[in-house]
């Protein structure tokens, strides 16, 4: 989807303007893959705009770091404040935020380690991410996910987004919203840029960390909402064939928010509808970031828009 620009953009502690944010032909990043990043939303809400889980995506950005040897220069409460700075700078809610860190320009080399630390946000309206009003129509990709010890899979990287780019551009080619990974041993693992869950006789399962899956924050919202509404949950590795029997499947994640599939390599999912069980996790979940619920679980940090820009 075209990116839409905004004012400003946060580098390594002041707001520059968007058309200044540029970095060299020659840094490390561009050659070599060097960068870990998150994707938060702000969420309008009938007094203001909230940015969902905040501190929980800044320390996962630190987790990814650390993972990289990527020593950032500024803790997690800071960079929760820069966040909060360039929204209400931009005046744009709701809003995706991109957080990013990566290593820039000073060595050519695998060996990363003296080349200095560039920290970039931006944020910018955006939209619906997984195509499909009435649910997404996916595929098995013949793709697999990251095995175990090659790359880090708890590490949100950029490098690690090569193997989405496949999933989803097959897809894609092949006339599916998106693609749904295998891991290295044939187990269901995640979608291309989303965590998977499906509902079999009232039980949610999902994909556990170790099935190379990413460390969603998204993913665990549901698994606390879900245990809050009395569902029984279990993460455990399933089989591929699990798609194409089971009663309800959804995708999780900041871009895809909760996302029910329709049908799976053209086999429909249930009726094809959104089912109850996600039918009650997805109304929780909007309500609650949409602030027609309380924000029971404190995952909603306030900012003052000036300016409200539908996205």
Not at 88 to 117: K, S
């Amino acid at each position: 989807m075209p990116l839409q620009t905004t004012t400003h953009i946060w580098h390594n502690g002041r707001l520059i303007r968007w058309e200044d944010a540029n970095i060299h032909v020659m840094s490390h990043v561009v050659h070599y893959g060097s960068s870990v990043f998150e994707g938060i939303r702000c969420y309008q809400q009938p007094n203001g705009a909230g940015i969902f889980r905040l501190q929980e995506h800044m320390a996962r950005l630190h987790d990814s770091a650390k993972i990289y040897r990527m020593p950032l220069p500024f803790t997690i409460d800071q960079l929760a404040e820069a966040v909060v700075d360039v929204v209400e700078a931009n005046g744009v809610a709701p809003c995706y935020i991109r957080p990013i860190a990566f290593r820039g320009y000073g060595e050519i080399g695998v060996n990363p380690l003296r080349a200095p630390v560039e920290i970039y946000i931006a944020n910018f309206p955006w939209g619906k991410y997984v195509p499909g009003n009435d649910g997404a129509d996916v595929c098995v990709s013949s793709w697999s996910r990251l095995a175990p010890n090659t790359m880090p899979s708890l590490a949100k990287a950029g490098a690690n987004y090569m193997n989405s780019q496949l999933i989803r551009m097959e897809a894609e080619i092949n006339g599916y919203s998106e693609g749904i990974a295998l891991d290295v041993n044939g187990y269901l693992s995640e979608g291309s840029g989303e965590n998977l869950f499906v509902v079999r006789g009232g039980i949610l399962y999902t994909t556990p960390l170790a099935n190379s899956v990413l460390n969603g924050i998204t993913r665990s919202s549901v698994l606390t909402i879900a245990k809050d509404l009395g569902i029984e949950v279990i993460e455990q590795s399933m089989p591929r064939e699990l798609l194409y029997i089971c009663d309800e499947a959804f995708f999780t994640g900041t871009a895809a928010e909760v996302t029910h599939l329709r049908s799976v390599d053209r086999i429909t999912v249930g009726d094809g509808t959104m089912g109850p069980i996600t039918r009650a996790i997805h109304d929780e979940f909007f309500a609650l970031v949409n602030g027609t619920k309380p924000d029971r679980f404190n995952w909603l940090t306030p900012v003052e828009v000036k300016v409200p820009v539908t996205a």
